[in-house]
């Protein structure tokens, strides 16, 4: 069983925002994998599908972005999963934008939907997939930078962004090692 978390906020005003990436991937993933997100269990939305003979839940948390480990706690609970079955997927504005990077563990950094999951789960053993934001032409609040709608002209490396952490669950899904994976889409 794998468990893939895109984080992100509910409501369509947030849908082309930056710390809205989680959920962009997630819904590339779902997409890739011919999933549709029908189901609402666990403060989130789900897309169910199989890979391999092994179960896959695309979960988009329903809790706003700083409760997101609300959802990710139930889901857990609810499938009898374990952190290690976890992929969460979210932006980070510590990366340059438009960068993929993957870490088999960690902190939570600056994102504080990351740090509810961590601490509503009680494990930071868990695999992440960040994707970067940070433009350094742009000096605004973190705040106000994450909740901002992407520029038209990043539109498109945003996009590809998303498609690559997509194809980075996809590669963990399907058993590629954690390493193997990042030496394959970090950058």
Known sequence: MKIIVGLGNPE???????HNMG???????????????????????????????EKVIIARPLTYMNCSGRAVKQLLAKHKATPADLVVIYDDY??????????????????????????????SEFVRIRIGIRDPEVSVPIINYVLSNVRPEDYELFISACGRAADAALALIKGEKCENVMTKFNG
């Not at 369509?12 to 930056?18: C, D, L, Q, R």
């Open 23 to 53: 959920w962009m991937a997630a819904g590339d993933l779902a997409n890739n994998l011919g999933a549709k997100f029908k189901k609402r269990e666990c403060e989130a939305l789900c897309a169910e599908t199989y890979v391999g003979g």
């Open 12 to 18: 369509e005003k947030y849908a082309k925002t930056f």
């Open 94 to 123: 510590d990366i340059p934008k438009g960068h993929v990077r993957i870490r088999p563990s960690g902190s939570a950094g600056t994102h504080n939907g990351m740090r509810s999951v961590i601490a509503e789960i009680g494990s």
